[in-house]
């Protein structure tokens, strides 16, 4: 039986696809490699949340996974939405990467701690909330579209530098361009960020499905992207939403940073929590309630109002 592993066509994604497309191969599955344009990847002329945050890169795919053109698909975790469609599951992690923010520019000397001011480009509302908090002098310039796309803007002159998320920069093997690796206590990253995620629909034979999971399936990471996404998933929040959450061991258990950060950066609230690896996903809920408990429903409210 041949593995049809559907994927979006950036090169990114395609390094995705290929790194699982190898495990799949080492463990002695044929595979063939599906490539599927999503909404996301069209329309780059405007803001993610402008075209509706669910669903944005999934969308396609997940109708592939339905009617069984493809078996699998792959995806950057921190792109999946809290609560997927129904009749579709993740069924694998891989080891998370590095999940730190990181500064891209060709100028070295253009650091946030620096006092320079300059353009800096970014897509993510999480990030500009978290530079309008704690950076107000740096001028935010709203860039969209791949990475290799994105440097090309940023070497065109659209901004000086960019604020990308570590994994993509390093797997893509732009790492001379990084300019600063910003810390997790500040810039604390998008729940799933560096982990590759793969999406089966329910009707996945059992077997196959547990082969992939044999496979790809990092435990570990596993749990700490249980924890974030029931966290995500009890807030609600989608990919234009700035929330943020970061599980991590500590010996032999987890703990989970989360918080909610206002759009002009004018208020945040965070709260933490740690626990034993079988209950990361309650732990996860609980973190969120404690935010809403400080008034995290009401700013969800009016930063989706602000969309």
């Known amino acids: 039986m041949k593995v049809r592993i559907g994927t979006r066509g950036s090169k990114l994604a395609l390094w995705q696809a290929y790194f699982v497309q190898d495990a799949l191969q080492k463990g002695g599955l ?11 990847d ?16 999934t969308e396609e795919i997940e109708e592939q996974l339905n009617d069984g053109r493809i078996d699998i698909a792959v995806h950057s975790a921190k792109d999946m939405q809290s609560e997927l469609p129904e009749g579709f599951e993740l069924i694998s992690f891989s080891e ?12 070295k000397s253009l650091t ?22 704690y950076y107000p002098h740096i001028e935010i310039v709203p860039i969209r579209g791949n990475l290799q796309r994105r440097i090309q803007k940023m070497e065109e002159g659209q901004c000086d ?18 300019v600063e690796k910003l810390p997790l206590d500040r ?3 998008a729940v799933g960020q560096g982990s590759v995620a793969i999406e089966a629909s329910v009707k ?9 999971r044999e496979c790809l399936n990092h435990e570990p990471t596993e749990k700490l992207l249980l924890a974030e996404r029931a966290f995500l998933r009890r807030l609600q929040g989608g990919c234009s939403v700035p929330v943020y959450g970061l599980a991590q061991w500590e010996g032999v258990q987890v703990k989970l ?8 950066g004018e208020k945040q609230i965070e709260a933490s929590a740690m626990t034993a690896p079988e209950a990361v996903e309650e732990m996860g809920t609980a973190v969120a309630e404690d935010l809403i408990g400080q008034g995290g429903d009401q700013m969800l409210k009016e930063i989706k109002a602000q969309l």
């Open 161 to 178: 530098a960019l604020l990308l998320a570590y994994a993509g920069v390093h797997r893509m093997e732009y790492d001379d361009l990084i």
């Open 257 to 264: 940073v989360g918080g909610i950060i206002g759009l002009q």
């Open 96 to 107: 998370r990467e590095t999940p730190n923010d990181v500064i891209v520019s060709k100028d």
């Open 112 to 133: 946030l701690d620096s006092g320079k001011k300059f353009r800096l480009g970014t897509s993510s509302n999480r990030r500009v909330a978290t530079l309008r908090r």
């Open 30 to 40: 044929e595979t063939e490699i599906v490539t599927i344009e999503t909404k996301g």
């Open 204 to 212: 996945l034979d059992p077997a196959l499905r547990a082969k992939i």
């Open 187 to 189: 810039f604390t990253p």
């Open 42 to 57: 069209k329309i780059l002329d405007v803001s993610i949340h402008k075209i509706g945050s669910k669903g944005v890169f």
